[in-house]
Structures are given as C-alpha cells and as structure tokens.
C-alpha cells in the first residue's frame, strides 16, 4: 500500500515560476525523501530530510517536513523545462523496517 | 558506470513463461530494493536484501515470485508463469544504509 499521497496530482507552470508540491503521509517516520523521474525512466533522489529537521535547502529546492500534520512540501525556485518530470515523496517508517512508501506522485510540467 | 544497472531493459513475453531480470548494484551498497512500478502509481516496494540475506518481503510478492542475492552483490528476480497483470516497470535501487536509493533505469515487462 501507499502511504505517501501527493498533491496536486498535475502542475503545469511556466518557465521561471515556483513550483510547490505537497506530502501527507500516516505514520510515524524516520525521515521523508522526494526522488523525481522522467517520463520512463529511473529515479533520482533530490532530497531527504530527517523526521528531527524542519526544513532543508539544495540548489534551488527547499523542502520542509511538519511531522505534527505528517506533511511535507517541496517547493522548486526559477523551474526550468528540464523540471518538467514526476515527483515523488517517500518515507521510511520507523520501528525497524527499512522499505520506502512511495506516493502517487506529482506529474509537473514546465513550459517554455 | 557506476550506477545501478539493470537487464534487460525491456522484455516481452507470453503469459505463462518465466522471466528473470537481474541487477547490479553499485559495489559499496549492502542493502538492494525490488520495486514495481505501474502507469500513473509510485513504485510499489517487493523485497529487500541486506548483503545476500532477504530481510522483507511484500505481500505484492505472490509465490510466483522469487528473488536472490546470492553473494551480497547483483539480485536476480523472477517470476514464474507470467500473467498479463505482472506487466509493470521493475525498478532496482540500492543503498549503504538508511537514507537515499539508487535506482537503475528499469526492467519494462509486457506479458501478451
């Protein structure tokens, strides 16, 4: 089962605008990872932040985690076409399993 | 290339044959995920492997499946009488511990 649920399933944004996704998760966790994927491909990891930090910073992403809502957010500055791809949040759970959940995903398109 | 490297890429096949795919992981990682992937989902976590020990294992993973690592380095994965359900993107990732994966690009199965 999923645990992760994104939100908005779609974005469509131009060029140079911001582009925010959202996490909600159930359980209790040790620590929340978004990983991108384009049409078909693999994915990469972006980000991973620790269910102790709040808010975390890499190039122009930023993500933050409030584990009191079980949410997190991923917000892309200056989005570039080559943005465009899905994203997906995924926690590892705590109490010893070391599995991803992975959400649906957010389908994010980047316009020229 | 030292990423994560999954074969074949794609592979068609017919319902009730048996398929294998294998992966390499990246030769520092002790710990290799088996994920499945279908259109519009996030990946759906099959199974995990810390060095050649099979730690977990999902209830997605039916007894047509099976899976090993057999000396703590590449995986193999197979599934035994293919159904037109098993069609799906498998997805291998591995890790030096509790934090990010590394995916390989993906093994496409379409069973006819």
């Known amino acids: 089962s999923q645990q992760g649920e994104e939100d908005p399933q779609a974005l469509s944004i131009q060029e140079g605008e911001n582009a925010t996704m959202n996490c909600s998760y159930k359980t209790s966790i040790n620590n929340l990872q978004w990983y991108r994927q384009n049409s078909g491909r693999g994915l990469v990891h972006l980000i991973l932040i620790r269910s102790n930090e709040r808010e975390k910073h890499s190039g122009r992403l930023r993500v933050t985690l409030d584990t009191s809502k079980k949410s997190s957010s991923l917000l892309i500055t200056a989005s570039r076409a080559a943005d465009t791809a899905s994203y997906f949040c995924?926690?590892?759970?705590?109490?010893?399993?070391?599995?991803?959940?992975f959400g649906k995903g957010t389908k994010l398109t980047v316009n020229p | 290339d030292t990423g994560v490297s999954q074969n074949p890429r794609h592979k068609i096949t017919k319902r009730g044959q048996n398929v294998t795919f294998r992966c390499d992981p990246i030769s520092e990682h002790n710990r290799l995920y088996w994920y499945r992937q279908t259109l519009g989902q996030g990946p759906e976590f099959l199974t995990y492997?810390?060095?050649?020990?099979?730690?977990?294992k999902s209830r997605l993973l039916s007894d047509r499946f099976s899976a090993e690592r057999p000396k703590g380095s590449f995986s193999t994965l197979e599934i035994q009488r293919t159904e037109q359900g098993d069609s799906a993107m498998y997805l291998c990732?591995?890790?030096?511990?509790?934090?990010?994966?590394?995916f390989g690009q993906g093994t496409r199965l379409t069973v006819v």
């Open positions: 995924a926690t590892e759970a705590q109490g010893g399993s070391e599995k991803l959940v």
């Open positions: 990732a591995s890790s030096s511990g509790r934090g990010a994966a590394f």
């Open positions: 492997f810390q060095n050649e020990a099979q730690l977990e």
